[in-house]
């Protein structure tokens, strides 16, 4: 107030200065808001890892959970030797386990079965046995006869299926191959007896030295043909023939079956407190040509047997175009011990057409009761429990 008069503020300027405070708390109050909710946010996060720590790592964890591997079931691939190298011919020497050594595996590692107790043990290659006859020869020269008795025969190898063999004796005076002579068939039989008589009359003596007598033992088969277990040839010029005098012969591979299907190389391995029974097919040697080019496309088929009935089937790859495939493939069955002794295995080389049935070249068949290397073969598993076995066996018709 001067001199009694009163000054008066604009209005305008006093709503300037109120709307400018107004402005001024409204972004104090902003401000504060955003202040507040970043700390807690920081807060919040160190609270989060503070009961991590205190409730342990695997609560830490717990939103990402590692993936588990499945264990993938793959077939094992042993490799003993490489497939394109020469197949290795040195006769196969036993209970090798030294790196690097060679036999007629060809190279392998110290231990080519990871997770097994012992090192491979590999049998000798060797020759079948066919089994031995017993037969016994006199001459009446009175009556210029020859008197042939055949009285038996001792560990004949399986040809059936069964296990066991039907087998019978052809006689033979060679050179002349028209008259020939038979004794009787003994079903199912591996050690048959027959105690059977021949008779060869009107043969002078001198003209008897230039013949061979030829024993020929077989497997009749009634719906194919029969199939030649082994022989022996005497040429009669060497035998004392003036007394009766009995002779044991080993039977011999027949000139016309010897070899012609081919061999075939397999490990066996049993684990009684798992119950399995594991195969490793390694390679095959000589086998058959079944196609026109005088090859063949092998693979190996293996039939579980169970009293006699087919429980199980597995087989290899194919190999093209070989006579000497290599395969080195595992096998796993599921074999009790309770089982066992009623358990066989077919173990068949095939050769793959693609238009026509495939061709089996030949078997072999493995178990309690079975051919004498075969079973050799078998008995040696048990006795060497959770250790392979590995054995070359000669290819049979079976069919």
């Known amino acids: 107030m001067k001199n009694g008069t009163v000054d008066h503020v604009p209005v305008f300027l006093e709503l300037l200065i109120s709307l400018a405070s107004i402005v001024s708390v409204v972004i104090f109050v902003l401000l504060c808001g955003l202040c507040d909710c970043f700390s807690g946010k920081k807060q919040a996060e160190k609270q ?64 080519p079965f990871s997770g097994m107790d012992q090192d491979l043990v590999l049998m000798e290659d060797q020759e079948e046995s066919l089994g031995r006859i017993q037969f016994s020869l006199h001459y009446n020269f009175t009556e210029q006869t020859l008197i042939l008795k055949i009285i038996r025969a001792q560990d004949l190898p399986a040809k059936d299926l069964s296990g066991t063999s039907d087998p019978f004796v052809k006689i033979l005076l060679l050179p002349n191959k028209k008259s020939k002579m038979e004794t009787k068939v003994k079903k199912k039989k591996l050690n048959p007896t027959w105690h059977e008589t021949f008779l060869f009359e009107g043969f002078p003596y001198n003209k008897l030295q230039e013949r061979i007598l030829h024993l020929q033992v077989l497997d009749y088969d009634k719906f194919s043909r029969n199939d030649a277990i082994g022989e022996v040839n005497i040429p009669l010029c060497d035998v004392e023939l003036a ?92 074999v009790n011990l309770d089982k066992i002794r009623d358990t066989s295995f077919i173990i068949s080389v095939l050769d793959r057409d693609r238009i026509s049935k495939n061709d089996i070249i030949g078997s072999v068949l493995i178990g309690h009761k079975t051919s004498p290397l075969e079973m050799k073969h078998w008995n040696e598993m048990f006795a060497k429990a959770r250790q392979p076995i590995a054995q070359w066996h000669l290819l049979k018709d079976m069919s």
């Open 48 to 111: 989060f890892l503070f009961d991590d720590e205190e409730r342990g790592p695997e609560r830490k964890s717990a939103s990402v959970r590692p993936m588990k591997r499945t264990p993938m079931l793959t077939r094992k691939t042993i490799k003993f030797e490489r497939p394109d190298k020469k197949p290795a011919v040195a006769s196969i020497q036993p209970n090798v386990g030294a790196a690097g050594s060679k036999n007629g595996l060809g190279e392998f590692p110290l231990d």
């Open 243 to 334: 007394k009766e005098t009995t002779y044991w012969k080993s039977l011999l591979p027949s000139k016309k079956s010897a070899g012609k299907l081919g061999d075939i190389l397999f490990s066996i391995m049993y684990v009684p407190s798992q119950g399995q029974l594991t195969i490793v097919v390694m390679k095959c040697r000589n086998l058959q040509a079944k196609d026109f080019t005088g090859k063949s496309d092998p693979y190996v088929k293996i039939w579980h047997m169970y009293k006699g009935k087919r429980v199980e089937k597995k087989k290899t790859t194919v190999k093209k175009c070989t006579l000497n495939p290599v395969f080195n493939e595992e096998f796993v069955f599921d």
